[in-house]
């Protein structure tokens, strides 16, 4: 895993050997079949790439193909590293999709990689679930 900044963006990308291990824990498989994750952008933003190697940006809540935009995933070597930041994600209590504020501070905390993973899952259950009963309920 390499992480740092490139311009306004904070990455963290996945080595070769650790992409198949993180698309598992993150759920990749169930949200967007035939994707892989590569890492992160921002914090908020996954890199993934389809089977043809087409790469995309896509929200980690929620998850969802219609949020696929094409995006480029930097050279490891070009990012800056900043300790301040090393194994740590920015998470949002209450994801903006349910209603959360990303300007509110009381709204942040930073987690592990570990619990990043587990809060995504997690999350992004709650969405899909939510989808299915609204449309349910059309």
């Known amino acids: ?17 650790e992409i198949g291990e993180a698309s598992e ?7 967007l079949p035939g994707f892989k994750v590569l890492g992160l952008r921002g914090w908020d933003d996954f ?8 790469t995309y940006s896509v929200p980690t809540v929620p998850l969802d193909q219609q949020y696929l935009k094409e995006a480029t995933v930097p050279q490891n070597h ?14 949002y209590l209450k994801p903006v999709v349910f ?6 501070s009381a709204n942040l905390t930073w987690v592990s990689h570990e619990q ?12 899909r679930d939510l989808k299915i009963q609204q ?4």
């Open 116 to 127: 990043h993973a587990g809060l995504v899952v997690w999350w992004n259950i709650q969405y």
């Open 78 to 91: 070009s990012l800056k590293t900043d300790s301040r930041f090393k194994e740590k994600i920015k998470w």
């Open 25 to 31: 824990k993150y759920g990749i498989a169930q949200s």
């Open 47 to 54: 890199l993934v790439c389809d089977a043809m190697g087409n």
């Open 135 to 138: 449309a349910k309920d059309a």
């Open 99 to 104: 209603g959360g504020d990303a300007n509110e």
């Open 1 to 17: 895993m390499t992480e740092g900044w490139l311009n306004e963006h904070y990455f963290i990308l996945f080595s070769d050997a």
